[in-house]
């Protein structure tokens, strides 16, 4: 079965600094990935996800992902933050099986913004 | 559109109660999932759906069940409501599987006091 890992339940940055969120999987077979972001009081949406070829993604808001196969990361980076990416971030991963029915998802890092 | 739509918004329960907390999508997804969020703990999976007519239990499907009669809806029901099953409640729908992204309802807030 997979896992996902969030290593940080909490990351506080000021505005305009960037931000690393670290998200680190475990699968026995290939796998894509997610991130997932949750304002307060909503549902998730989802930021951006790798399923092939390119290792660099790219995804709304300026975030972006790079996914490392030797390593087992999918970290999620912003170069400056603001003030409305205040949010939980989960990091979620399915098995690439071609029906890759469901997700699981890591237990979120919460990223608060202050000036 | 609207999306994914979930009823109710907040609901307190007792001990013992039943409820049933519906869910309806308007994109004709075939996949839809009921999620559990719990603080600290993530999301937690339910039980999922492939199609109208068929269910499968997801990592924490014990208290609850599921029907899928329609492409439209995927309501979960509690029957004997616990302490335990205090949670945010969230649905979500995807095209034919997770590799495409889920589209989350704004969640149902549920407390069993």
């Known amino acids: 079965a997979q896992s996902v890992t969030q290593l940080d339940s909490q990351v506080p940055v000021f505005e305009e600094a960037p931000v690393e969120l670290r998200c680190n999987y475990s699968s026995s077979v290939s796998v894509y990935l997610f991130w997932y972001v949750q304002y307060p009081n909503q549902g998730l949406q989802l930021l951006l996800k790798y399923l092939s070829g390119s290792t660099l993604v790219k995804g709304i808001n300026g975030f972006e992902a790079e996914f490392n196969k030797s390593q087992t990361s999918f970290h999620l980076r912003k170069p400056s933050v603001h003030i409305s990416d205040t949010a939980e971030y989960f990091c979620?991963?399915?098995?690439?099986?071609?029906?890759?029915?469901?997700?699981?998802f890591g237990t979120g890092t919460r990223l608060q913004v202050t000036l | 559109n609207a999306g994914v739509t979930q009823t109710p918004k907040f609901r307190i329960l007792k001990i013992g109660q039943s409820m049933t907390l519906q869910c309806a999508q308007d994109?004709?997804?075939?996949?839809m999932y009921w999620y559990r969020q719990d603080p600290g703990m993530g999301l937690k999976l339910i039980y999922y759906?492939?199609?109208?007519?068929?269910?499968d239990k997801g990592e924490v499907p014990n208290g609850y069940n599921v029907s899928r009669s329609t492409t439209e809806d995927f309501p979960l029901r509690l029957e004997l409501a616990a302490p335990s099953q205090t949670s945010v409640y969230f649905c979500?729908?995807?095209?034919?599987?997770?590799?495409?992204?889920?589209?989350f309802g704004s969640g149902t807030r549920l407390t069993v006091v």
């Open positions: 979620a991963v399915s098995l690439n099986t071609g029906t890759a029915s469901k997700l699981t």
């Open positions: 979500a729908s995807s095209w034919t599987g997770a590799n495409y992204g889920y589209t």
């Open positions: 759906s492939v199609g109208a007519g068929i269910t």
């Open positions: 994109m004709n997804h075939n996949y």
